[in-house]
Structures are given as C-alpha cells and as structure tokens.
C-alpha cells in the first residue's frame, strides 16, 4: 500500500487512482533560460523516484506529463518584473528563441546524466498557445476573469475555495503578493493574478507576442 501527503486534506493518505490501474502524473518543468542547478536536480529526482515507485513498486501504467515554460516567465519582485527569458537573451546576446532551445538542450542533458526517465509527454508553452488562449476564454465566460487595458486576471474573489490547497486564505495571500500583482491600477483586487499580459507598459517590446484572447 502507498502512501503519500495530500496536500488538499494536509494528511497522509493511502493513494487510491482515478482509474483503476493507471495513474496520470503531471510534474511542473523548468523554465529554460538559464543552466540547471542543484535545486533542478533535486525536484526532478523526487518526482522520477516517485514515478518508479509508482510504475515498479505498485504496478501502475503511469502517464507522466512534463512542462517546458519556453515563454515570458516574470522574476522576483527584486528584478522588478523583467521577463527571465528576456533577461536571458540579454546576458548571451542571442534572442529569446535561441535562448529557449539552448537551455532546454541543457536541460534534458543534466537530466539524463541524473538517470532520470523523461517524461512520457513532454510540452513546450510555445507549443500551446492557441489552447492556453483557448483557456483564458473559457475562464472569462464563466465569469472568473476580468479584461483590463494591461492584462487579463483571475478573479480571485470569485473562486470560494481560492488559496485551499496552500493552507492560505485569501487574506494571507495578500502579505505575500508577486510584483505583477500588485502593481496595475485596474485590477479588482490585489490578490488578482494575470492569465495573460498585453504587449503595452513595460511589455510593449516584449519579443515574443500573440493576439490577446
């Protein structure tokens, strides 16, 4: 029998899959603008542990499903909001293109060199960008998010259980606010967070651009 933390109920709890004998696995990736350091590492030895685990140990078919964020991607507030892959380009002289593929080659490299199984699916951002738009709409109609001249948010408001799965509720989640979130004059609440920024402000430059949803 497996058990494993649910980070929902905030307790260990025997693992039960959907479907009996299968298990979908979706592990965030990384963002490729730069090398791969240790902390890569460690994630994705946790999540191949746990993925062997799943398909040695218990016997499951598992689908594991990996990210590559190859597109804009906002630092920390101390960097004032630049895009990391920008950024990236600007350390290396090349564009944010080059830049993506470079690293991501990186990536997939230490990876391997770790013995780490890649994942069954492995999507690149850039990839998606019709379905993300896709979405962003779907979200907007149901009416959990809001246009605006900079961006379009999530109304954070409009969700009840917002915050649940972190063991925050919405107030605590207002200490602690990234610098895109805060920082637009028409936002409906602080806390609101952006699905997609327009090319305008300190995005009128941006190099990678698409019609906003």
């Known amino acids: 029998m497996l058990k494993i933390f649910n980070s929902l109920s905030r307790k260990i709890e025997e693992f039960v899959p959907i479907n009996h004998g299968k298990v979908g696995m979706y592990a965030c990736g990384p963002t490729v603008y730069d090398f791969p350091h240790i902390g890569h590492g460690r994630k994705y030895v946790n999540d191949d542990v746990l993925r062997r685990v799943l398909e040695v140990v218990e016997g499951y078919q598992v689908t594991h499903v990996q990210n590559i964020t190859d597109v804009g991607h906002l630092v920390s507030d101390a ?6 892959l920008e950024k990236g380009a600007e350390m290396t002289g090349k564009t944010v293109w080059q830049v993506a593929e470079q690293f991501m080659d990186y990536f ?7 013995n780490i199984l890649r994942p069954n699916v492995q999507c690149k951002a850039t990839d998606n960008i019709p379905e993300q738009i896709g979405l962003i709409q779907k979200i907007m109609e149901n ?7 900079e961006a379009v948010y999530f109304e954070v408001t409009k969700f009840a259980d917002y ?3 972190f063991g925050q509720s919405l107030e605590d989640k207002l200490v602690g606010v990234r610098g895109e979130v805060v920082t637009e004059n028409s936002k409906k609440n602080p806390a609101d967070f952006a699905l997609w920024f327009k090319r305008v402000g300190k995005f009128a430059q941006h190099a990678m651009h698409w019609e906003s949803p």
Do not use: V
Not at 108 to 114: G, I, N, P
């Open 79 to 84: 960097d004032e909001g630049e895009d990391k």
């Open 143 to 149: 009416g959990y998010a809001y246009d605006t001249p």
């Open 163 to 165: 915050g649940q799965l």
């Open 108 to 114: 997939l490299k230490e990876m391997d060199s770790l």
